[in-house]
């Protein structure tokens, strides 16, 4: 049989096929379709498609993150819409404030995601590819007819395999993996392709890291990007207080790629990615002393337990610039928990931090913190085009949750060691 990927291997399971190869049109099972409250569309396409009832309310999750707390009547109505919907479906994976938070990293923490999975959503689902899953975004309509059906065709996509050397040095994060893989590769370098990261360095490379390199294959046009199992994966079920996964694809080592690119992690420096795109990417160094107005961490990107631990570090016994406004969004409800029972959340309130419920809010523009015009933000989010995160004349700069720390306090671009001094 022909050396399969490990993608191609997820989709010739679900397909019942005993292979598949690039290019190929395949109907496969969907083994979870996951919507926000910005997914009305999903549920309008679902209506007119005639269809009564969803396949298996038990395969789908509607996790409320955009628009929470709601921001005014007209996305309040749009809350109540979708819980109407999930009432009459008896869909019951339904996580709204305060038990929810955002839906990249919900259904996971609440043991909805396993390795050989597909999973189908936005843009950023392609994060829970960090637990051998196939997970990728697809269009409101194939959500409608994946709740309807359970299936959806898909063509395989080629593989990009991310080879990752050497271990990181202090400070550097998932981020700036992530950057350093969008600086090498481009905006449009990875367009419908697998992003399969493996190497040496995965052995020193955590879960909430390899969470972060997977959300960031999309800014690079991936159909997903994809870690295999591990000792970490196993790790991560057993820290959730999950079942560990029992079986689980592995692709073959010498299956074929469309192209194969390494990154010399241990001589990689900090990175930042400036306006107006991810891939617009400088070692911190060359963009240091940057005033900023504004900074952000956390969110789907770089929102979990350790990316928190990571900010309180800096911010520990320290005050925020006061001519910065920086704002800590924990990723999920159970994140925030246990932040606040570490005493992270009262280190940042002792700093002069303001920590938001968990919300794609200030990521996506939408509320809790946009930006002015002539603000200037540096961010643990995932975009930074015009725009993105508030007034077209703002700008936005990218780097990892201890980078936007010590900025915040230092009031301009800066390296976390001397902040932490």
């Not at 961490?297 to 979990?304: A, F, K, Q, T």
Request: net charge negative; charged share 20%; glycine share 10%.
């Amino acid at each position: 049989m022909k050396p399969m990927t490990l993608v191609e291997k997820i989709l010739a399971r679900r397909s019942d096929l005993m292979c598949v190869e690039p290019g190929q049109y395949v109907e496969a099972e969907v083994d979870l379709v996951m919507l926000s409250d910005v997914a009305v569309r999903s549920i309008q396409a679902f209506q007119e498609l005639g269809a009564k009832k969803v396949y298996d309310p038990g395969r789908i999750a509607i996790v409320f993150d955009h628009n929470v707390p709601a921001r005014d009547v007209k996305t309040a109505e749009v809350l109540h819409l979708i819980k109407e919907f999930a009432q009459s479906q008896g869909i019951t994976h339904v996580f709204e404030q305060p038990w929810g938070g955002i839906q990249h990293l919900v259904p996971a923490e609440n043991g909805l995601i396993y390795p050989g999975m597909i999973v189908v959503d936005g843009s950023h689902t392609c994060t829970d590819g960090a637990l051998a899953t196939l997970a990728t975004g697809v269009s409101a309509e194939d959500r409608a007819v994946a709740m309807a059906t359970g299936r959806l065709w898909f063509r395989v996509p080629e593989t990009l395999r991310i080879v990752l050397r050497g271990r990181p040095g202090p400070y550097i994060s998932g981020m700036d993996l992530g950057l350093a893989m969008l600086c090498r590769i481009g905006a449009k370098g990875a367009t419908y392709r697998a992003v399969e990261i493996t190497g040496e360095s995965l052995e020193y490379i955590p879960m909430h890291a390899r969470f972060t390199l997977c959300n960031l294959t999309m800014e690079a046009g991936a159909k997903t990007g994809i870690v295999e199992v591990d000792d970490k994966t196993m790790r991560f079920y057993e820290e959730m207080g999950l079942p560990a996964p029992k079986e689980y694809p592995k692709g073959d080592p010498d299956a074929d790629v469309a192209r194969s690119l390494e990154i010399d992690v241990e001589g990689l420096e900090l990175q930042v990615a400036a306006p107006y795109s991810p891939d617009n990417v400088f070692d911190l160094k060359d963009v240091r002393g940057l005033p900023i107005t504004h900074a952000f961490i956390g969110y789907c990107v770089n929102g979990r337990l350790a990316d928190l631990a990571q900010a309180a570090e800096i911010l520990e016994n320290q005050k925020v610039n006061h001519g910065v406004n920086l704002t800590v969004t924990p990723g999920s409800q159970k994140v925030y928990s246990e932040a606040v029972r570490r005493g992270y959340i009262q280190i940042f309130v002792d700093a002069g931090v303001i920590v938001a419920p968990p919300t794609c809010g200030a990521c996506a523009g939408i509320h809790m913190g946009v930006l002015g015009p002539g603000d200037v933000a540096i961010s643990t989010t995932n975009r930074n085009f015009h725009g993105r995160m508030g007034h077209s004349d703002s700008r936005v700069y990218l780097a990892n949750p201890a980078v936007v720390a010590a900025s915040a306090v230092a009031g301009e671009i800066t390296i976390p060691s001397e902040v932490a001094a």
